[in-house]
């Protein structure tokens, strides 16, 4: 989890990732496998308070080799990341196609969109073809815009198919991961078109 602007909200995170820094590497080691252990078995939301703090606390854990170390035993249902050597933890976002699945302990490729297992290529790959001109909207130059007519529509309504596709990547998508992997995070959000967790039902 990457900090790299200085938003007001990513200031608070890094606040927030403070209480990790303080922890002593087997203290934070244990944590982390603790957790795994409550995440597992299930698809849950990026916007989850225990993801987020699992999150802050993994990069912290990243920065110090903590799985290197072999301090803490993860869960068994986790496989070994081939990125960073971490539990395998992916993160499913609208981009699946071009950067398959996500690691949320280095934020490396940790599955290509080619390696996935083709069960999971075949029901991935027209989701995320259908959110690439909805997220595009958020994007579009001023002569796409003068184009429409009306942008304020156009965006209104993408953001409404952002929304559903969400709905979407979290009732029927990501629980489909869970048949090879020991737990799933998909992405409930998109900051672009202003759509946030709480418009996303699932």
């Known amino acids: 989890m990457e900090m790299a602007s ?4 990513d200031s608070l995170w890094t606040e927030y990732g403070r209480a990790f820094v303080s922890w002593d590497d087997l203290t934070l080691a244990r944590w982390l496998a603790q957790t795994l252990g409550q995440l597992e078995g299930r698809a849950w939301r990026l916007s989850h308070p225990l993801v987020g703090a699992y999150r802050l606390a993994a990069q912290v854990a990243h920065g110090r080799q903590i799985w290197h170390k072999r301090l803490a035993t993860a869960p068994a249902a986790y496989a070994t990341s081939p990125c960073c050597r971490a539990p395998f933890l992916p993160l499913l976002t609208r981009d699946v196609r071009t950067e398959g699945l996500i690691c949320q302990h280095c934020n490396e490729i940790l599955v290509p969109f080619d390696e996935l297992p083709a069960e999971l290529r075949e029901v991935l790959e027209p989701w995320a073809k259908n959110y690439e001109p909805v997220h595009a909207v958020a ?23 952002a929304e559903k596709l969400l709905s979407i990547a979290g009732a029927e998508l990501a629980p489909k991961l869970l048949d090879n992997y020991a737990a799933v995070i998909w992405e409930d959000q998109d900051e672009c078109l202003e759509v946030r967790p709480e418009d996303v039902a699932v």
């Open 6 to 9: 200085n938003s007001p909200l």
């Open 139 to 161: 994007h579009w130059d001023d002569r796409q815009r003068k184009r429409t007519g009306n942008y304020d529509a156009a965006y209104e309504n993408a953001a409404q198919s």
